[in-house]
């Protein structure tokens, strides 16, 4: 969940990043008493995600900055839209775009992404979630654009919940000396009722015993289309399926398709391409200069 706190801790911390002793090209060319009037414009199709964000680049830049948002996250927007508009002191708007738009560009390229995956698994039942994959740091923002674009949330953290991967199994049977089923029972006995297990699998002949462990959720990783398919005849019903690896847009239907519950990708957040997104601006000062109702536009280097 993507909290005001997370906000103000990421934001803050690039706004400093980004003008660390200050703004030296607007205080050698922009009056003091200069205002400005920015729209926020979309220059290609997209979903829309991290308005707050984008808002509060400006709100913590300058309190006098206002910012009227036309669209909302999860909004669907088409070239030309505009989706916000921002007036307030000039130079303090022209020292927080590039944060602003850097957000927004971010997170509604991860939302339009997660849209096409929605969108191409909309015959079947299964969710499309996300992964750890994530920038570091950022997390809460990359989760954040994912719902926006109609996706689920994996678990957020290594706190959240129980998931054995491969390396795990091989350890736990190893070093408890028990097969897999009774080691994988050992270790659900230690946790509370609330807590979630799940177990990856990379092969078809794993899947009975993790199941026999009374798990929640199977993982079956890497797995082809035909061994998906008899994978989720195999566990009919008795655990949640997970299919994860080897995702992509051309792939993820057929992957639906096989019955799975729910289809994990990295893409998401490790590989979307940034939305084209820009502030386009016009300058007014109180008094007569060579600044008075110059156009500027674009988002700034």
């Not at 801790?9 to 200050?22: F, K, N, Y």
Request: hydrophobic share 45%; net charge negative.
């Amino acid at each position: 969940m993507l909290t005001s706190a997370h906000i103000a801790t990421a934001v803050s911390a690039a706004l400093l990043e980004d003008a660390p002793w200050g703004d030296i090209t607007v205080e050698t060319l922009i009056p003091g008493d200069a205002t400005a009037c920015a729209t926020l414009v979309a220059r290609e199709p997209g979903v829309l995600s991290g308005i707050e964000v984008f808002a509060a680049a400006f709100r913590l830049t300058d309190a006098r900055i206002h910012v009227e948002r036309h669209a909302a996250d999860g909004d669907v927007f088409a070239p030309g839209q505009t989706l916000a508009t921002v007036t307030g002191p000039a130079r303090s708007v022209l020292t927080a775009e590039r944060v602003a738009l850097n957000f927004a560009q971010r997170m509604s390229g991860i939302a339009s992404l997660t849209r096409s995956y929605v969108d191409a698994v909309a015959h079947t039942s299964a969710r499309i979630t996300d992964t750890r994959k994530t920038t570091p740091g950022l997390r809460a923002f990359e989760r954040h654009a994912v719902a926006s674009g109609g996706g689920r949330n994996h678990r957020f953290s290594l706190s959240d919940a129980v998931m054995a991967k491969d390396n795990h199994l091989a350890v736990l049977v190893q070093q408890s000396g028990l097969s897999l089923t009774e080691a994988l029972l050992a270790a659900r006995a230690k946790l509370g009722h609330t807590t979630h297990f799940e177990v990856e699998v990379d092969r078809l002949d794993q899947v009975a015993p993790v199941l026999a462990a009374g798990v929640d959720t199977i993982m079956l990783d890497n797995f082809s289309i035909a061994e998906l398919r008899e994978g989720v005849e195999l566990i009919a019903g008795r655990a949640t399926v997970e299919a994860s690896g080897g995702v992509s847009l051309d792939t993820v239907a057929a992957i639906a398709e096989t019955g799975v519950d729910v289809i994990s990708v990295g893409a998401l957040t490790h590989s979307a391409r940034a939305i084209d997104l820009g502030l386009d601006m016009t300058l007014e000062v109180a008094t007569e200069s060579a600044f008075e109702t110059a156009p500027a536009t674009g988002a700034g280097a």
